[in-house]
DNA sequence: AAATGTGAAGTTGTTCACAGCT
DNA sequence: AGCTGTGAACAACTTCACATTT
């Protein structure tokens, strides 16, 4: 249990979540108003008691003998994972990867949206111009606080990882998707999701050759 | 167990295996011969029972009263991942993201190199030179073939990337780091491992509003 | 008849406790 | 004395089996 008194999801069942209402949205493109956990289990990758399982942790929303609702369901997930409004993220260093994150389409229509973007040398020449500004870590605390900013992408060098870590936490950062190659050290109210591309590719390396 | 005898090694294992590497390679870096599995397992973020359960499943390489020899340790566990020679990967779909991990520099020095880039449209204007060549997909098959490739990064939008997938299995391609948005169907001799920028941050919404 | 919701069983992964080396 | 290696206990997650509802 948590301490809101909801029993406590798995990790594993949220991510799922959010692969479930990818599918969803799929489906209501194709105009599919009702699908049952075999069809969207399958679509999604999963068996369908396991996707069954994972609603029953939010309520119950099927219907038996029918199926789920496609919208019903897909708002119920949004909102659960907290998507159905759109969520201000900013982006801290604006190197290649960087660069590329902040010009990347998939988070708009995901929810999320990249208002600014933050490095120590806002003013360099880059090979692209950004919709959002580019401005100093001076800026940051303030305006983080000003947006009521929750949640950080994080592509410095590692160098520096740790140290704008602090500065993001200590301006009120709650969640922060890491592209650098360190563990950060970070409160136990701070969420971190390592996203660390050379290990993704050792992990293929080591199932590719067993 | 496995076909081949060897225990079957959790992947969460595998994925810790190379945090170790990282952080092993930090002490090198500083000149520290030997580590305890308690500063080892600080360092990586986990217990340090769990470090030595991870090892045990390769082996014994620990000396009681001592700790474990930084090298040898790095030597068995590069080994082990297949990151000890360095592996050709290519890259399919040279958009803005493709873009911006062709010229990542974090690969190469963990044990990669992205020999070549693949895009149906290789001669399009791009905001940056890559180093690697820019071939047609119709190309994809035989340079596979030639260049004994096994790995490659998929970063298509999603409307082609099963398609796409299914060319690459064709030509021999067995581990697939995908970046596009859909679950991708593939044999079962094929891994693939998903990194999904929008789902991270969706992931991220849930645990820092709960 | 069709499909959900769920307690119970099974499986996998983590942590403990301590025996066993050096 | 210090620290590893590991069987056993524990916890988390998945799957099964089936009662239940429409």
């Given at each position: 249990m948590k301490k809101n008194g909801r029993p406590s999801i798995p990790r594993k069942t949220v991510y799922r979540l959010s692969i479930?209402?990818?599918?969803?949205?799929?489906?209501?493109?194709?105009r599919i108003n009702t699908v049952s956990s075999e069809a969207l289990a399958k679509a999604a990758g999963v068996k369908p008691t396991q996707?069954?399982?994972?609603?029953?942790?939010?309520?119950?929303?099927?219907?038996?003998?029918?199926?789920?609702?496609?919208?019903?369901?897909?708002?119920?997930?949004?909102?659960?994972?907290?998507?159905?409004?759109?969520?201000?993220?900013?982006?801290?260093?604006?190197?290649?990867?960087?660069?590329?994150?902040?010009?990347?389409?998939?988070?708009?229509?995901?929810?999320?949206?990249?208002?600014?973007?933050?490095?120590?040398?806002?003013?360099?020449?880059?090979?692209?111009?950004?919709?959002?500004?580019?401005?100093g870590m001076d800026r940051l605390a303030e305006f983080v606080h000003e947006q009521q900013v929750k949640m950080a992408i994080l592509s410095v060098p590692a160098a520096v990882a740790q140290e704008v870590t602090n500065a993001l936490v200590a301006a009120g950062i709650t969640g922060l998707l890491n592209f650098s190659t360190v563990m950060l050290a970070v409160p136990e109210d701070v969420i971190v999701n390592n996203v660390n591309l050379a290990i993704e590719l050792e992990n293929l390396s080591y199932f590719i050759q067993n």
């Amino acid at each position: 249990m948590k301490k809101n008194g909801r029993p406590s999801i798995p990790r594993k069942t949220v991510y799922r979540l959010s692969i479930y209402l990818r599918c969803l949205a799929r489906l209501r493109e194709n105009r599919i108003n009702t699908v049952s956990s075999e069809a969207l289990a399958k679509a999604a990758g999963v068996k369908p008691t396991q996707l069954r399982k994972d609603l029953a942790y939010f309520g119950t929303f099927g219907r038996r003998g029918l199926g789920y609702d496609v919208t019903d369901l897909s708002h119920m997930i949004a909102n659960e994972l907290g998507t159905s409004s759109l969520q201000p993220v900013i982006l801290v260093g604006v190197g290649n990867l960087g660069l590329a994150l902040a010009s990347y389409r998939g988070f708009e229509k995901e929810g999320f949206e990249i208002i600014a973007a933050f490095d120590a040398a806002p003013d360099r020449k880059r090979d692209k111009e950004l919709k959002q500004p580019i401005l100093g870590m001076d800026r940051l605390a303030e305006f983080v606080h000003e947006q009521q900013v929750k949640m950080a992408i994080l592509s410095v060098p590692a160098a520096v990882a740790q140290e704008v870590t602090n500065a993001l936490v200590a301006a009120g950062i709650t969640g922060l998707l890491n592209f650098s190659t360190v563990m950060l050290a970070v409160p136990e109210d701070v969420i971190v999701n390592n996203v660390n591309l050379a290990i993704e590719l050792e992990n293929l390396s080591y199932f590719i050759q067993n």
